[in-house]
């Protein structure tokens, strides 16, 4: 679901919005970028730091308006059960309004994640 450009598309991006990949090279030091499409486009891009396959992804997030300030993203997958764990990170952040903006977004994503990964229809 992270590493396939195909997968990635259907999750990436909060309720309510579509995506598209123009890049994504998932390897260590391969580079992405994603536009997300709502009521406007936002484009994001980075870095890919460390991929270690069923056990975590670092990356690092920057909007396209924006890239001087750049995220640093840490995703660990851990088994559990009959399923899997997964831990998601994001800092630093300017401030708290900011943090709580990427957290909901992100936590739609996540669940949009959830949803695909269960054959539910993703919206």
């Known amino acids: 679901m992270w590493s396939s450009p195909e997968h990635l598309v259907r999750w990436w991006g909060p309720k309510g919005f579509t995506s598209t990949c123009k890049r994504h090279e998932f390897r260590n030091g391969g580079r992405y970028h994603l536009l997300i499409h709502g009521?406007?486009?936002n484009g994001m891009a980075g870095t890919f730091r460390e991929i270690v396959n069923n056990?975590?992804?670092?990356?690092?997030?920057?909007w396209d308006h924006d890239p001087a300030w750049e995220t640093l993203v840490t995703v660990t997958l851990k088994a559990e059960g009959d399923g899997t764990r997964l831990t998601f990170r994001?800092?630093?952040?300017?401030?708290a309004e900011t943090r709580d903006s990427h957290m909901g977004g992100w936590g739609e994503c996540l669940d949009r994640l959830d949803d695909a990964l269960a054959g539910r229809p993703v919206i």
Do not use: G, K, N, Y
């Open 90 to 95: 994001q800092e630093p952040f300017l401030d």
């Open 55 to 62: 056990e975590r992804i670092v990356f690092t997030f920057a």
């Open 39 to 41: 009521d406007s486009d």
